[in-house]
């Protein structure tokens, strides 16, 4: 079935214990390449709905995923359309080494020997890690597991793309090659972060989660401009809007 949006939920909701909801009523569309940023307060739901729409977690409603319901008989069709980055990247990496975590993924699709090494390689080389390649896993430091598990998703090459705080524990070097990566990147991508500086440079679009559902959609600018708005919802504006102001 064609369908406009590339993810598309539906009065979609959550509880992860007694019915007490932490998601309800959400119904939104995100369009194939559109960046959004999705923000809120800890505690807000933008990691639980993340989750929901790689179906780690059930939901109700409907959650669809370029056209197809997320549901169990569909999940492996789902998860080679989406690549998920999660907040702690332990959760990420899993294998000895990091070529074998970066192999993992491709091997698994029956990818050839030389197009996984293709994959390994420019994943590598778009994130500027090829010094990790080799890296034991328990022995890197939380940042360079960061990076790692980005590439990680990219040698599977999804369609669509789910961040969860990728910034944090990133240095500012490698915080800022991460925004040249996302914003060189054309898949559908989805980053849920506090650092509101970063989804500015890399979102056009801003969901914002408040009281288990969407309190606004819009362009970035608009949301992240508005200091009532975020103020009402236990977040600032961007530091960098800040100084601008201090300095007018
Ligand atoms: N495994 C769990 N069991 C029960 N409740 C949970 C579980 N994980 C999260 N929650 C609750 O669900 C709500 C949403 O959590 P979630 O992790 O989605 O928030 P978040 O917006 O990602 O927050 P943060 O900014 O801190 O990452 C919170 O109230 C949290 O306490
Ligand atoms: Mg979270």
């Known amino acids: 079935m064609m369908t406009e949006y590339a993810i598309e939920l539906n009065n979609a909701g959550f509880s992860y214990v007694n019915d007490t909801p932490v998601l309800s009523g959400i119904s939104v569309g995100i ?33 669809q995923i370029c056209g197809m319901e997320v549901e169990k008989k569909n999940l492996p069709s789902v998860r080679k359309k989406v690549g998920f980055v999660f907040q702690d990247p332990d959760s990420q990496l899993f294998m000895p080494t990091v070529y074998d975590d970066l192999a993992f993924g491709p091997r698994n699709y029956g990818c050839s020997a030389e197009e996984t090494e293709r994959r390994i390689d420019r994943a590598l080389e778009r994130l500027d890690i090829e010094h990790l ?15 790692a598990g980005i590439a990680t998703i990219l040698t599977m090459e999804p369609e669509i793309i789910l961040l969860d705080e990728p910034s944090i524990t990133l240095d500012p070097c490698n915080r800022r090659r991460l925004i040249e990566i996302l914003n ?45 708005l975020l103020a009402s919802c236990h977040l600032e504006m961007p530091y960098c809007l800040q100084r601008a102001r201090w300095h007018s």
């Open 31 to 63: 369009r194939d390449g559109e960046a959004v940023g999705l923000i809120g307060a800890n505690g807000a739901g933008k990691s639980t709905l993340l989750k929901i729409l790689t179906g780690l977690l059930p939901h109700e409603g409907s959650v």
């Open 133 to 147: 390649r080799t890296k034991q896993t328990i022995r890197m430091s939380g940042g360079e597991k960061r990076m």
């Open 184 to 228: 060189e990147m054309t898949e559908t991508r989805v980053i849920a972060s506090h650092d509101l500086d970063m989804i500015m440079e890399t979102c056009d679009r801003v969901i914002l989660m408040d009281g288990h559902t969407i309190r606004a959609d819009g362009s970035a600018r608009d949301i992240l401009t508005d200091e009532e």
